[in-house]
């Protein structure tokens, strides 16, 4: 059975950083496209970041330059450090896997995990 678990939530100030961790069991990270993506109250489920299961990394406009993904293959993890919060961060953040045409578009993905908090506020 394929499981993702996100962790590493939680609140922060505005120009603070968090990184959110997601474990999988049931699958091989690397095998797969990888994606972070977030969902704010009363908005649309929107893609973040992503990466091809070559390394090649996709970023949304409003994260890029303060976001990033990362693959640790033996923990099978990924990880999204996200530095320079800002309120607009604001949202749950979930990962997922799947074979993606377009690594952005949350219907691309097969399997997600149950999501994790992020509040950036002063």
């Known amino acids: 059975q394929v499981q993702l678990v996100e962790s590493g939530g939680g609140s922060v100030q505005p120009g603070g950083s968090l990184r959110l961790s997601c474990v999988a069991s049931g699958l091989i990270l690397s095998d797969y496209g990888i994606g972070w993506f977030r969902q704010a109250p009363g908005q649309e489920r929107e893609g973040v970041i992503a990466m091809h299961k070559d390394g090649t990394r996709y970023y949304s406009n409003s994260v890029k330059g303060r976001f990033t993904i990362s693959r640790d293959d033996g923990a099978n993890t990924v990880y999204l450090q996200m530095n320079s919060l800002k309120p607009e961060d604001t949202a749950v953040y979930y990962c997922?896997?799947?074979?993606?045409?377009?690594?952005?578009?949350?219907?691309?993905?097969?399997?997600w995990g149950q999501g994790t908090q992020v509040t950036v506020s002063s």
């Open positions: 997922a896997t799947g074979w993606p045409k377009i690594p952005l578009y949350p219907a691309e993905y097969d399997y």
